[in-house]
């Protein structure tokens, strides 16, 4: 599967921002998907995940409660609505898909992500 991020760009601190990730291919729904981030000079930290139908849904501390991960397998697109950002939300954030099943902190581990999407920019100031 191939995976385009996009809906970065720059925002103030407080405001919203929706990421969105296409997905090609027919099996879209087998798919475990999560984005994932990476602020300069620090390494790749998970953000959010969302079983393949939809109904489980799993979030860093960091975001929960301003994140909100949701999928379409119709569409074959899984989105990121970031409310409320803080400037320390700046990163460049990659979606990310995995053949395995997985619910709750499972979710979180980037090596368990079998396809990467390139990434989008998101600039929080303050």
């Known amino acids: 599967v191939q995976l385009q991020a996009s809906g970065g760009g720059l925002v103030q601190a407080g405001g919203s921002l929706r990421l969105s990730c296409a997905a090609s291919g027919r099996t879209f729904s087998l798919y475990v998907m999560g984005w994932f981030r990476q602020a300069p000079g620090k390494e790749r930290e998970f953000v959010a995940g969302i079983s393949r139908s939809g109904s489980s849904t799993y979030y860093a501390d960091s975001v929960k409660g301003r994140f909100t991960i949701s999928r379409d397998n119709a569409k074959n697109t899984v989105d990121l609505q970031m409310n409320s950002l803080k400037p320390e939300d700046t990163a460049v954030y990659y979606c990310?898909?995995?053949?395995?099943?997985?619910?709750?902190?499972?979710?979180?581990?980037?090596?368990?992500?079998?396809?990467w999407g390139q990434g989008t920019l998101v600039t929080v100031s303050s």
């Open positions: 990310a898909a995995r053949r395995t099943i997985a619910t709750g902190p499972i979710m979180g581990v980037p090596s368990e992500y079998n396809y």
